[in-house]
């Protein structure tokens, strides 16, 4: 069905209108600088909002508008109203967007990433969980191997346990020290000190919210090996994404 007469002066106008608006926010030709503009340390040169010369991103809290475009790369966007005073528009983070920022690189709501070998790391609605790769296994000392320990074995990720065998000999070169063997896999007196030994705490058993991390340690009354627990916090659940995104792991080194 054909629109009257009167509509089609109304969309004629309305383009012609909107064609004025457009000439007056982006000049034709484009007349750029001969030299582009020297951006600081990490921004990256952009086309500006016409598409026609290149300027610096903006960053995160910074003023935008049709020129001056938001860094896309950090999945910014230009928010109007959120100046001081509710004018002007600024930088902000895309809220809708779901991605996580890790060490200077950006992913996307549930894309999985290894910021080192020893864990791997989930994006989840703008914050991330790590989980260990390595294994948290104990050795106990044996008649065998007195004193184990954990080193780092170059060209591997994961540490491995050896033996230290920094006491073995001395135990050897006599039959009569053999009381210093016996020594080392019994438990420790109430008098003898208790070295410390401690693995690092697991990751939290939950994403937001209270959950449980648990280690293996022998700070205890009876210097013995035990799985001990306590509460952690990753982040508080929310029931709708705010403009800022949490992006503080629990667990990225030991």
């Known amino acids: 069905m054909r629109g009257s007469p009167l509509i089609h002066l109304?969309?004629?106008?309305?383009?012609?209108?909107?064609?004025?608006?457009?000439?007056?926010?982006?000049?034709?030709?484009?007349?750029?600088?001969?030299?582009?503009?020297q951006c600081p340390q990490g921004v990256p040169l952009v086309l500006d909002g016409c598409g026609c010369c290149k300027?610096?991103?903006?960053?995160?809290?910074?003023?935008?508008?049709?020129?001056?475009v938001c860094?896309?790369?950090?999945g910014l966007v230009c928010q109007p109203g959120a100046g001081p005073g509710g004018h002007g528009a600024v930088c902000l983070l895309d809220e809708d967007d779901g991605s996580c920022e890790v060490n200077g690189r950006r992913y996307l709501d549930g894309e999985t990433f290894k910021p080192n070998c020893r864990v791997l790391c989930r994006c989840d609605d703008g914050g991330f969980t790590c989980l260990p790769l390595c294994s948290e296994d104990v050795r106990l000392p044996s008649w065998?191997?007195?004193?184990?320990?954990?080193?780092?074995?170059?060209?591997r990720c994961?540490?491995?346990?050896?033996?230290?065998?920094?006491?073995?000999?001395?135990?050897?070169?006599?039959?009569?020290?053999?009381?210093?063997?016996?020594?080392?896999?019994?438990?420790?007196?109430a008098d003898a000190p208790c070295p410390n030994w401690s693995t690092a705490w697991g990751p939290c058993?939950?994403?937001?919210?209270?959950?449980?991390?648990t280690r293996v340690s022998n700070q205890n009354r009876f210097c013995q090996l035990e799985i001990q627990r306590r509460l952690c916090l990753p982040r508080p659940c929310l029931a709708a994404r705010s403009h800022s995104s949490w992006n503080r792991p629990a667990i990225l080194s030991k």
């Open 10 to 37: 109304l969309a004629t106008s309305f383009l012609c209108l909107l064609s004025m608006v457009c000439a007056q926010l982006c000049r034709t030709p484009c007349t750029c600088p001969w030299t582009p503009p």
């Open 55 to 68: 300027v610096c991103a903006r960053r995160l809290g910074e003023s935008c508008d049709h020129l001056h």
């Open 71 to 74: 860094d896309p790369s950090q």
């Open 144 to 155: 065998d191997c007195p004193r184990p320990k954990r080193i780092q074995v170059p060209g």
């Open 158 to 189: 994961c540490p491995e346990w050896v033996c230290d065998q920094g006491v073995t000999p001395a135990i050897q070169r006599s039959t009569a020290q053999g009381h210093q063997l016996s020594a080392l896999v019994t438990p420790a007196s």
């Open 205 to 213: 058993s939950t994403t937001c919210g209270l959950g449980i991390a």
